[in-house]
């Protein structure tokens, strides 16, 4: 439907637009109707020129009509005219007929250059009528008026008198004469004895020479400035233009142009006597005079209608929530009253019956009070109904009302007099609610009303009736104080209110509802259901509508909706708006809605910081745990319980202790607390246990919530998991102190475990032994089979040498195939023994990688700590390293302890030399023997003798550790004598046990160069009859022989005159030349151990090996390798042709009394039987 | 029935002002009760000596002047705010004088004790000049057409119709009281002892002043011709002179005298105000400062 219309209108306003000037332009005459308040010739000859202007403006014929009052009722109810130049209050009745009507301009007067848009009305009289003088003296004159409806002419000075309290002239006094001229004529002539015209009147005449103006005064003169015409009354509003519902509103609007256009110099303003036109003006006053007068439209009596009823008790019925039966009950009762009120008045006299009959069917009472002139009072009528009011008969007031003031309240009957007075006056609407003690005792409220009428006897008379409202007054009162009392509540409560007619959209704010957006009610006005709609956020409007319709549907009890309005200074301002429909229509729409509004912006903002407080707390990734006061945990968030594994039920009013994991003691808790109390909160890490056992890491915040007066309310604590960055840190660590091939500690965490022993080892006065091992032949094994199988035998190895070691103690890998070791807890230096054997063994032992079987040894250098000296852990690391050197000089696979206090007697020889002296007078000085065999026959060759110091403290001492003191010292040459007088000894006891074997001892340069080291050697032979000379064999120094070769040679060659042998030892490490191997007579040559140990591993080694052996060979000397460590030694030295070797393969240096079983015992690794004997060379 | 008791006579103060001229006009059509007596002065240190002495029950006053008379010993009860001045409290000057910094040693005629000196204290602090800056000549503004003929003034805190008198010899408005809104506020006061006894006088004053204030509004050129006449001055200056003004309505009013209305709010900045320019020795209490019963009920 509504879009039908919508389309429908659409198309019409097209239409009229495409077609508008055509249709308003069209050859259709207007007709201006001008009211003939002078001659119409006189009127036709001003106007002419208005109508020709207009005409001429439009572009439209304009026909003037110059209607007198009759013509013109009829021509506007006929529709003949479309525009109407008329007073005011005829204005009134049209516009009263129809609202279609519109003003267009009001008429400007002009009088001597003042212009005016006012009209009043003159009371004149001729000026030698002394006894009128005020406008008191009026009361029952004659007067001469142009007409009833002339609002100059009759109605503004009518008003004038009722104010002054005169009568209305009426009947005889009161001569219609039709037109202004003619009044002033009769007021001249005498024929009435005053004159009302309208304003300008007079002026006029004057100006055209009618009149003599000092024959007429000017009676009620008002001093106006800037009026340009002498006046008797108030002013209004000049006559209006007015446009009838024929003129359509384009042409209104160039009408309006058009008048207000018209200059006042302009011919046709000229004509009309006019000043022109200015914008319409308020009518009001003239509409206000109308209803004093009680004139058309206005006219109706009494001046009580049921607008008025409605207005009067609007608020009684609505506020007080009357059912709408009483509503209905009223209005028609005063609907009822209203009719029955005028029939009875006008039937007064003739239908006395009728009137008694309907007096019974009002409450009250009806009556007619008359004020005689002498100022007594009576009630010519009163129905009986004037018993419950006053308590008196009608009889009783017929011919006197004091009776009735008697019974008036005392505090009320002044008033009331003087509102009779006033009424009687100014002939106004009586109208007062006031007390009235009854007979009985009871004081009653009344409420009466009346109008009055001058009566020709001077009398005044009213007619009204008066009725008992004291039922009302008490609610009245009632609902004053309720009302009193919500207001109250409203304006405390802050609370701004609105009604709303939901059907109009009619609404009512209270002053409340606009601060709340920041502006005063009536900024806001015109006020609608429109400003709150346009004030309110639109989604919330949507809402809001949404919840309405709700409530209109019956679904929702009441209405309540949050929302935001824009607030003057721009922002939004939450409101909480509650309603409820407290009226609907008969057909069940809603009809009066009324409600409140609530800032709630601080809620909305607060619920929002909450629910974003909310949303981190559930979102967060960090675990979070609300205790209350006494730890009791009250919440935790999502994340808690996918840390702990709790979930949050299980944990709801537990101790957070729950989660302890042990790993701290009372002292971390009793530290986190003290912090709490003290500063408020605490932060650390912490490792905490899960729900499944497992402890976790966490770094962990706790604040104390304190509440305003500085109570502890809360705990909160903050938590994430760190465990997985703890694992990394310790990766990390592990990283940085870790091997990472072996997984042995590195160099960082040896240094760290050394000092750590170190201490203990200060505190608990033990020891600590430092371990310095090289693996022997690792460097082959990563020769010939590749790296990959040289870090699996070094892992192998790490992993079974960590085994060999104690608890406490530490093996490291400080690089290659380099390991060091920390023993700790010794309680004297041979305590490291076995675990130092262990060591020897474990890394002995083959190892297997894949089908691979690979050996090797560990050379071990030990250190001790303390020391005599004061020693820092690199020194001790130094001398283990420098011990474990010594090992490996020593035939390898072997430990070497560092003596301190040989290292020191290096530094201070003296006492070190003694000390030897000592040794060699208090024989603790030993010799060793190793073998020496034909690898391929497994033949013993003989043994080597070597010196070991048996030191009654340190244990066995290799030479190293006391030979070079000695060295080019006498006391070597001693200790040399001692070695062969040992060893020739020792030779002849084998010889007794049935083993013959030679025994090779080693000669110092220093002792060969002897002089008497022949002879000596003589004496000693012949000390031991038992030993052949060939039984003995002298190994020199490749080094010392080269030292004086001469003499040496000289020795060697005497010393085999007598049989002995000579070889020359560490073949290969000195300055060998052809020459000197081909002069120096020595039998055989020792291959330096070093060529020999890393042949396998070194192909240079090899080389100089190879080429060693290809020398003797040129030479015919015989060859024995040392250092075969191991079978693969010996079977490399068989291929290459070196048939007789020397080393731990074979045999380590043992005791002498060990050799024989040795030596019987003793077989050749089954390799060295097989391997070809290349060189062809035998024995 | 014709012997109605009479009432005390109800002695009301006012002077020539704009905003007081409705009740005039109330009295010119018999709108006021028969017991209001209406005492035209030339200025309002006539009301003002006559609350004090007691000559006078009510006065037309501005706020501030009501608000000396309360410290001073005498109480007042505002009953119904007239008017606000928006521009037509004005400071006036000669030609030469063209900025509030220029007003720096000029003699200015102030009238002392009265609202003009609220004028002077805004407009020093708005020229940023202090008391002694400028030369004080204490004449109320019914007094200084005389002074200004004679040069013996260089500006003039003034108000219609005087205003217009001092405009037409030739001074200019400098600043007026549009710069200080909520300020100035033109009020009905009645001395509080006295408000019980004039009970209904008070109500028919009220009422009658609101009437014609309806009347100035729907009939707006009889009652301006009418003020215009009596003043003298013509229907187009006494129009201008209402721009400067605004008129509450009874509604308003009712609103305005509120317990925590817009009228104590004005009252609690001009006593600051006041006290610490030295125009008030002490703040006044404002107890029962407002009181809106003789407002017409709803109804």
Known sequence: ?1179 | MSGCGRSEPLHVGLHPWPGYEPLLLARHFGWLPDAVHLHEGDSARNSIEGLKAGTLSAACLTLDEVLGVRVAGTPLTVILVMNESVGADAVLARPGIRTLTALKGKRIAVEKGAVGSLVLQKTLAAAGLAAHDIDKVNAAPSEQLPLWEAKQIDVAISYPPYSKQLIRAGAHPLYDSRAFPHTILDVLAVRSDRMRAHDTGLRGLVAGYLRALEHLRVNREDALRRIAAWRGTSFEETEAAYRGLHLPSGEENRRLLAPQGDLIRTARNLNELMTTSALLPEPDTLTNLTNAAYLPSDR
């Open chain 1, 1 to 1179: 439907m509504s879009t039908l219309f919508s389309w429908t209108l659409r198309a019409w306003l097209l239409i009229a637009l495409t077609l508008g000037s055509t249709i308003t332009t069209a050859e259709e005459h207007l007709k201006l109707g001008v009211f003939a308040y002078l001659p119409k010739p006189v009127m036709e000859q001003r106007f002419q020129p208005l109508a020709n202007y207009l005409s001429t403006q439009l572009d439209q014929p304009v026909d003037l009509v110059v209607l007198d009052q009759e013509d013109m009722e009829a021509a506007v109810n006929a529709g003949r005219v479309d525009l109407l130049l008329t007073n005011p209050s005829h204005y009134l009745i049209v516009r009263n007929r129809s609202s279609m009507v519109s003003v267009l301009a009001t008429v400007v007067s002009r009088e001597k250059g003042q212009e005016v848009a006012s009209l009043g009305g003159v009371i004149v009289t001729l000026s030698d009528r002394a006894d009128i003088q005020s406008i008191r003296d009026l009361e029952r004159q004659r007067i001469g008026v142009p007409g009833m409806r002339y609002m100059g002419g009759f109605q503004t000075q009518a008003l004038e008198l009722l104010e002054a309290g005169v009568s209305l002239p009426q009947g005889e006094h009161l001569l219609l004469l039709g037109t202004h001229d003619r009044v002033i004529d009769a007021v001249l002539e005498g024929r009435v004895d005053a004159g009302f015209v309208r304003t300008g009147v007079i002026e006029h005449l004057v100006n055209e020479g009618k009149l003599d103006s000092t024959r007429l005064k000017v009676i009620h003169p008002q001093q106006f400035a800037g009026f340009p015409y002498r006046v008797s009354t108030r002013l209004y509003p000049e006559w209006p233009v007015v446009a009838l519902m024929s003129v359509d509103r384009p042409t209104m609007r160039r009408l309006s142009v058009a008048l207000l256009a018209l200059d006042a110099d302009h011919p046709a303003a000229r004509a009309a006597h006019i000043g022109g036109f200015v914008p319409p003006a308020d009518y009001t006053p003239v509409e206000q005079l109308a209803r004093r007068l009680r004139m058309p439209p206005y006219d109706t009596s009494p001046e009580f209608t049921l607008a008025d009823v409605w207005t009067q008790y609007r608020w009684g019925i609505v506020m007080g929530g009357m059912t709408l039966g009483v509503v209905i009950l009223l209005l028609m009762l005063v609907a009822h009253r209203q009719r029955a009120l005028k029939a009875a008045l006008q039937a007064l006299d003739t239908a006395f019956q009728e009137r008694e009959n309907l007096a019974k069917q009002v409450p009250g009472v009806i009556y007619q009070f008359r004020l005689r002139a002498d100022g007594t009072s009576h009630f010519p009528y009163a129905s009986k109904g004037i018993r419950d009011i006053y308590g008196v008969t009608p009889e009783q007031v017929m011919d006197d009302a004091s009776r009735v003031f008697e019974a008036i309240h005392p505090d009320d009957v002044d008033r009331i007099s003087t509102s009779i007075q006033a009424s009687a006056r100014t002939l106004t609407v009586w109208h007062e609610q006031y007390r009235v003690n009854l007979p009985d005792g009871r004081t009653i409220w009344v409420e009466g009303e009346s109008s009055p009428e001058a009566r020709s006897d001077g009398s005044i008379q009213w007619h009204g009736y008066i009725r008992d409202i004291t039922e009302r007054v008490q609610v009245d009162q009632e609902l004053r104080d309720e009302r009193r009392r919500l207001n109250d509540i409203l304006v405390g409560t802050h609370v701004g209110t609105w009604e709303w007619n939901v059907q109009t959209g009619e609404t009512i704010f209270n002053e409340r509802w606009a601060e709340i957006i920041g502006y005063r009610l009536e900024e806001l006005r015109p006020i609608s259901i429109e400003t709150w709609m346009k004030f309110t956020h639109p989604d919330d409007l949507k809402i809001s509508s949404e919840l309405l319709e709700k409530h209109f549907r019956g679904e929702a009890p009441y209405y309540e909706c949050e929302a935001r309005m824009r607030h003057r200074d721009g922002h939004w301002v939450w409101i909480l708006d509650r309603g409820k429909v407290a009226t609907w229509t008969s057909d069940g729409k809603p009809l009066l809605m009324s409600g409140t509004h609530q800032d709630i912006t601080q809620r909305k903002q607060a619920d929002q910081a909450l629910r974003l407080a909310a949303n981190v707390f559930s979102h967060a990734r960090e675990g979070i745990l609300i205790t209350d006061r006494e730890a009791n945990i009250v919440e935790v968030n999502q994340a808690f319980v996918h840390i702990t594994g709790y979930s949050r039920e299980e944990v709801l009013g537990k101790n957070p202790r729950l989660l302890n994991s042990g790993r701290q003691d009372k002292d971390f808790y009793a530290a986190m607390f003290h912090d709490l109390q003290t500063q408020g909160h605490w932060h650390g890490e912490l490792w905490n246990r899960r729900k499944d056992g497992n402890v976790y890491a966490e770094m962990l915040t706790i604040t104390a919530v304190r509440d305003g007066s500085g109570e502890v309310q809360n705990y909160i604590a903050l938590f994430s998991d760190i465990t997985p960055l703890k694992e990394h840190q310790a990766q990390l660590e592990h990283i940085a102190h870790y091997d990472a091939l072996t997984r042995l500690p590195n160099r960082w965490l040896l240094a760290d475990r050394l000092k750590q022993g170190m201490r203990q080892a200060s505190r608990r006065g033990q020891l600590v032994a430092v371990v310095y091992l090289d693996l022997d032949g690792f460097k082959a094994v990563n020769d010939i089979h590749g790296h990959e199988v040289g870090d699996q035998l070094l892992i192998g190895l790490a992993h079974r040498m960590s085994k060999a070691l104690r608890e406490g103690d530490t093996l490291a890998r400080i690089g290659g195939d380099e390991f060091v070791g920390v023993l700790v807890d010794l309680p004297n230096a041979e305590s490291c023994t076995p675990t130092l054997q262990r060591l020897l063994h474990a890394a002995a032992e083959a190892v297997y990688v894949g089908d691979l079987e690979l050996h090797v040894s560990a050379s071990i250098g030990v250190s001790i700590y303390p020391q005599a000296e004061e020693v820092d852990p690199d020194q001790l690391v130094r001398q283990a390293d420098q011990a474990m050197y010594q090992a490996k000089q020593s035939g390898k696979n072997r430990y070497h302890i560092f003596d301190a206090e040989q290292d020191r007697s290096v530094r201070g020889r003296h006492e070190s030399l003694e000390r030897i002296r000592q040794a060699l007078k208090n024989h603790e000085f030993v010799l060793y023997y190793q073998p020496k065999v034909h690898m391929q026959s497994g033949e013993v060759l003989g043994a080597e003798a070597l010196i070991r110091w048996q030191h009654p403290e340190r244990g066995l001492l290799p030479p190293a550790a006391f030979l070079p003191v000695i060295e080019n010292h006498p006391l070597a040459v001693e200790l040399g004598e001692w070695v062969l007088d040992n060893a020739l000894t020792q030779i002849e006891a084998w010889h007794g046990q049935g083993l013959s074997i030679s025994v090779s001892v080693n000669v110092g340069a220093l002792e060969l160069q002897h002089p008497d080291f022949v002879s000596r050697l003589h004496t000693l032979l012949d000390r031991h009859p038992g030993v052949r000379a060939q039984d003995l064999e002298l190994e020199i120094l490749e080094t010392s022989a080269l030292e004086d070769f001469a003499a040496v040679s000289r020795v060697m060659a005497t010393c085999q005159e007598m049989g002995i042998k000579f070889s020359v030892d560490d073949f290969g490490t000195g300055y060998s030349s052809l020459t000197y191997l081909k002069r120096l007579p020595a039998a055989t040559l020792k291959i330096d151990q070093s060529f020999v140990r890393d042949m396998l591993d070194n192909p240079e080694d090899l080389a100089i090996l190879k080429g060693l052996l290809g020398l003797a060979e040129a030479f015919n000397r015989q060859v024995i390798a040392e250092g075969v460590e191991t079978p693969a030694h010996g079977e490399m030295l068989l291929r290459l042709g070196c048939t007789c070797g020397q080393g731990y393969a074979i045999a380590r240096p043992m005791p002498a009394q060990d050799l024989p079983r040795w030596a019987m015992t003793w077989t050749a690794p089954p390799s060295w039987n097989l391997t070809p004997d290349f060189s062809g060379q035998s024995r």
